[in-house]
C-alpha cells in the first residue's frame, strides 16, 4: 500500500513538474499545488513505508467485512462526483458532496448541511478564483449560471 502511494506520488510529482511550480506575475503557477500536494504524499508514503518495515504486519484482513460498508459509503459519492465533474464542476459536486455526506453519514440538522455545502465551496471558489486568480472545473451547470455559456 505504502509503496503503490509512494508511485503514485512520484506520478503527481512528474507530472506538477511540468507547469510551473513556482511564484509568477499572476500568483503561484499551475504546478504549485499539485507539486506540494505530491511533496506531501511523498514524505507520508515513505513514513508509512518506513513504519511497513520496522513493525510486523498484523494477522488478518487489511479492512474487515463489517468495515466495507461504511468505507463504500464514503468512496463510490466521490468516485461520482469526480465522473460528473464535467457537468457539475469542483464547487456545485463538492457541495452536493458535503451535503449527502453531512447529512446522509454526519446526520447533522439542515441548516449545518446547508451552512456546509454552501460556504465550504464559496470559500474555495473566493481562494482560487478571485485570490490565487486559478480558475478551476466549473461544469457546464455553473458556467451556464455564471457566465451564461
Known amino acids: 500500500m505504502a509503496a503503490g502511494l509512494l508511485a503514485f506520488a512520484v506520478v503527481m ?16 503557477g499551475a504546478g504549485f499545488f499539485p ?31 463489517g468495515a466495507w460498508k461504511p468505507l463504500l459509503v464514503v468512496f463510490l459519492p466521490i468516485v461520482a462526483t469526480i465522473a460528473l465533474l464535467g457537468v457539475l464542476g469542483l464547487y456545485l459536486g463538492g457541495a452536493l458532496y458535503l451535503a449527502g455526506y453531512t447529512r446522509l453519514v454526519g446526520r447533522h440538522r439542515w441548516p449545518f448541511v446547508v451552512a456546509v455545502s454552501v460556504l465550504v465551496p464559496l470559500g474555495l471558489f473566493l481562494i482560487f478564483e478571485r485570490w490565487f486568480l486559478l480558475p478551476m472545473p466549473k461544469g457546464a451547470v455553473l458556467e451556464w449560471l455564471l457566465y451564461g455559456r
Not at 513514513?47 to 484482513?61: H, M, S
Request: charged share 5%.
Open 13 to 28: 510529482l512528474r507530472q506538477a513538474l511540468h507547469l510551473p511550480v513556482g511564484w509568477t506575475a499572476t500568483g503561484p
Open 35 to 65: 507539486f506540494w500536494l505530491a511533496l506531501g504524499v511523498g514524505v507520508v508514503a515513505v513514513v508509512l513505508l518506513w513504519q511497513a518495515v520496522r513493525v510486523p504486519a498484523a494477522e488478518g484482513a487489511l479492512v474487515p467485512v
